[in-house]
């Protein structure tokens, strides 16, 4: 029994020792709790499925009574934000691409008359399909206050019918929303830890300040550390991107070029903070645990999964310091949509500004920090 508790008293010895080692220093105890706490928070705030903001447009060419009314009954609902009231059917391209509508509710200029006759009144039900999980729920939604309208008709078999039609996704389906958008996030993931590591690799091995003794400078060895970061993070892209069209058969309606342009500003922004945080780092070890916690709040906050418009405004913000985000929005819109370089020209700006940033300080800190 003596030896028992002795054997016990030893492994209590051990765990008290090593809880204290890792307690003992305030990176080590920041590092313990802070992802946890903020990844809760994210995933609360962030990552969330319920339609909250769902913004609208309004084609009625009928303007009666009956058409009003419909009108004020989706004006009437809390997640509904009328943003547009159209003339003509040349404009709903417009709210639809530039995301200023989710959906448009389109009215003919026959529906009064359908109605009074007693046949099927017909109204058209325009997605934006980008977002199948949100178009989807926003037309649950429709078709809730149509169908509770079709009671207070009486319920006959002729009331209104909704002609749903979702743009960049016929058949709303969660996979056209997701693998586009995976061209960019999967590559980030291995392009941003192999160019946390790079550095950190070579300090840990020793081999760093013998590079930093050569003719090269903190310039040559930045460009020498990101150029094979981005080449193989372009590469993973074209594989992701072949899977995406040739297995599972979803069709590239942009420019291929336009494409691979803004994969490589993106690329370029990812290696930059991923070099930023290996000149940071003192260990490879430091450096994963560095990589690991940013990978989640960008993946997050980039709009992979959850539209950035269902965020609370804080965490909208922040993510213009995501270039995932802007990453993702431009190959999904120019992969789906077919946009046109002008109307993605935005997306360019914070991923060049992020890259702007980054590399020089991960130049600076090369020179000044590992110097």
Known sequence: MAAFISYVAQIAFLCRKEILGILKEPSSRIILFAPALLQA????????????????????????????????????VTVFQRTATLTSSAQIADVIDSGKA??????????????????????????DGRN??????????VAAIIASYNEKLGGTSAGVRIERRAWYNPNLESRWQLLPALIAALSMLQTLLLAALSVAREREQGTFDQLLVTPLT???????????????GLTQSTI???VIRFWFQIPLAGSIVLVYI????????????????????????????????????????SGLLTPVRN?????????????????????????????SLHEVSFNFVPMLGMAAVTLPLAAWLFRNRLS
């Open 41 to 76: 928070l994210l995933f609360g705030y962030g990552a969330t499925y319920d339609l909250k903001h769902a913004s609208y447009a309004v084609l009625d060419l009928s303007r009666g009574a009956k058409s009003t009314e419909i009108v004020t009954r989706l004006n009437g």
């Open 218 to 232: 903190p310039m040559q060895i930045l460009v020498g550390k990101a150029i094979p970061a981005i080449l193989i």
């Open 132 to 141: 199948s999980s949100t178009a989807g729920a926003a037309a649950a939604y």
């Open 240 to 242: 992701i991107l072949l």
């Open 311 to 339: 965020m609370p405004w804080i965490l909208q913000v922040a993510t213009y310091a995501n270039p995932l985000r802007f990453g993702i929005d431009l190959v999904r819109r120019v992969y789906l949509e077919g946009a």
């Open 262 to 301: 803004g994969l490589l500003i993106f690329t370029l922004a990812s290696v930059g903070v991923g070099l930023s945080i290996s000149a940071l780092s003192i260990s490879m070890q430091q450096a994963m645990l560095f990589t690991f916690l940013l990978i989640m709040p960008m993946m997050l906050l």
């Open 102 to 127: 989710l959906f448009v509710i389109s009215i003919p200029s026959d529906f009064e008359s359908a109605l009074a006759s007693g046949k099927p009144a017909l109204i058209q039900l325009i997605l």
